[in-house]
């Protein structure tokens, strides 16, 4: 059943959908009708079952039915992805919602190729990009994506997790039985995960992460590109903390 | 350092490379001269690191040093994956290769947008992208691209497997803990996975599969793209393979 999160107060009975896109895509793109049943999400994991009442240029709907989604992971994980171009960035962020990411945040790192003062971004694209992929994989909250942050501010900012993680390819082999132990113990935990650039994280990077309290973690012996690497640890904790003990 | 898979024997102290892609390469994208060190592989988990000892329309190398290449998982991975559009297939490719994937093959199932009569497919380009994402990842075996088949060719060609699972949303949650069960005893294990196609499989197939000996898993409660599936359920193999044993 289609889906549309919506960010408008819900009275008891009823919901009004008065937001452009959402109303051309019942109208114009399902081509819905009077009595046409849909799903409304309102981004607090609660989701509600209803029928359409009028279509004009807004759209009543009244409530059938309240449920509690129940599809999102039992863990916050912020991914700090360095700043890639903007086809990579958002290829990224579409497989992020769907596997159950939190938080999205990008930062600019010595090795970055693309710079903040260089940035041109459509962020209206990216809230569609992650609206459409929350309704798509039946989400029950929105991905956060926050403002590309230099790498200090970033180290100064994100302190208050449980784990924090630096993927990182030449961390040997010393700490992969650990991120084990992390990963048998992620439920209520809130996690960051750090991700370099396409030529690596600087020394002087590391020293600071490692200061900060990350851990270094290796991700196989095989060298992954830094649109990989995201979903690759996703899709660990995504299996760890939604699918394993479900 | 700069890595090259080449296709032709090797002698026991030189190498001589002579397609046209690789000597391009070194030529003309990397500048190479007389003196500096590559790394050959002949897709048999045998890498040699060798000296350039000249370069005309034919780079002419001595051997250094040999070594196995111990990049590979310990598990055969074949994922059998629905018809999908070139660029996404082009996209999951990559991925594959750098998670560990060994083999892909294309399936046109009931709902497959694609299908095989209208499939224009450049081969050479598939083969360079495999190539040129193993060279990056530093595997040491080719992912092998197959040609795509029916479904009723892949249900009887692809028999000779120790685990044969279908990723299917609605398997509800009773085999995911078999999953895990597997996931933990897969060192020299063949493997073979299916992913259906965007709008997922007919009752038909999944029965047909069901009866041909492949269990139903679950990939968690979120609803993941056909393109996303194959780097979830590959990022999974290749942690309790590859990462975890380690």
């Not at 992971?73 to 700043?83: E, N, P, Q, S």
């Not at 851990?215 to 939604?242: D, H, W």
């Amino acid at each position: 059943m289609q889906r549309y999160f919506i960010n408008k107060n819900v009275t008891e009975n009823s919901i009004i959908i008065d937001d452009k896109n959402n109303c051309h895509h019942i109208k114009d793109v399902m081509r819905m009708s009077v009595g046409d049943k849909i799903i409304i999400l309102t981004n607090d994991k609660k989701e509600y079952l209803c029928k359409i009442d009028s279509i004009t240029n807004i759209v009543m709907l009244s409530i059938l039915e309240s449920n509690i989604n129940n599809n999102e992971l039992d863990c916050f994980t912020t991914i700090a992805h360095a700043l890639v171009r903007r086809e990579k960035k958002e290829e990224v962020l579409r497989r992020l919602v769907e596997l159950g990411c939190s938080e999205y945040v990008p930062v600019e790192m010595e090795r970055s190729i693309v710079k903040i003062n260089k940035l041109n971004e459509n962020i209206d694209r990216i809230h569609t990009i992650v609206k459409e992929c929350s309704e798509q994989s039946e989400r029950g909250l929105l991905m956060k994506v926050c403002n590309a942050i230099k790498f200090n501010n970033f180290i100064n900012n994100y302190k208050d997790y449980d784990y924090k993680f630096v993927c990182y390819e030449n961390s040997g082999r010393k700490d992969d039985y650990s991120l084990n132990n992390y990963l048998n113990n992620l439920k209520g935990k809130k996690i960051l995960c750090v991700i370099g650039p396409e030529g690596g994280f600087s020394d002087n990077e590391i020293n600071l992460l490692i200061d900060n309290g990350f851990v270094c973690i290796g991700l196989g012996k095989r060298i992954l590109r830094t649109e990989t690497a995201p979903l690759f640890i996703m899709s660990l904790i995504s299996y760890q903390s939604g699918v394993k003990n479900v």
